[in-house]
């Protein structure tokens, strides 16, 4: 199984890195590789901006990995079949079923111990969303003693805040509405994600 995924992440990895004036038709062992259903299932995460949103009245989906996995099936002459998840768990678990085929997800070292990664396709930084009139306004007054930060469960920025907080409490959901919900609920202090979500 690692050899077909460290294939698969080497042919994605040339297929979007190519330029983009040149349009050469992948190997049938390379679109096998990468769709084996014969279409490219892509998994998406719902909500966010680097990945997919829908309107809510037109129903029209846009996004960074949305457009990206797009314009890969475009590229391999097969359909695109974009598989939304309401969080990243949901799709990394639904990932190791074989239910999608490619994916735009963080980078972390334990990540990479289980899936591999083509070159990176994307920078964001991480912040903070605060309630108007909280009491933090520097980046010091968040880790405190009884503040509590909301963030989405299994994420990179999960991951981060795990690692770096010492005094404040981290507070999890499940999705990313959930976690806006929170300080929005008086549930948390504050919010931590990456920035085109916060925004």
């Known amino acids: 199984m690692r050899t077909i995924h460290w294939l698969m992440t080497a042919i994605l990895g040339l297929l979007l890195t190519g330029c983009a004036g040149i349009h050469t038709t992948p190997t049938p062992e390379a679109r096998q590789a990468l769709a084996p259903t014969g279409k490219l299932r892509v998994g998406l995460l719902l909500g966010s901006p680097t990945q997919v949103v829908r309107d809510s009245v037109t129903g029209e989906m846009k996004g960074v990995g949305f457009d990206l996995g797009k314009e890969l099936a475009r590229r391999m002459g097969v359909p695109f079949e974009p598989v939304l998840y309401p969080s990243i ?16 997800v963080g980078f972390s070292p334990a990540r990479a111990k289980e899936w591999d990664f083509a070159e990176l396709h994307l920078e964001v930084e991480f912040g903070y969303l605060i309630p108007v009139g909280s009491s933090i306004s520097t980046m010091a007054d968040v880790d405190r003693p009884g503040i509590r930060v909301a963030v989405q469960e299994k994420s990179l920025p999960d991951i981060f805040l795990s690692r770096t907080l010492k005094n404040a409490v981290v507070v999890r959901a499940s999705s990313l ?19 085109p979500n916060l925004f």
């Open 89 to 104: 768990g949901a799709l990394l678990d639904s990932g190791k079923s074989g239910n999608w085929d490619v994916a735009f």
């Open 177 to 195: 509405a959930g976690t806006l919900e929170m300080p929005k609920s008086g549930k948390a202090d504050a919010m931590f994600g990456i920035k």
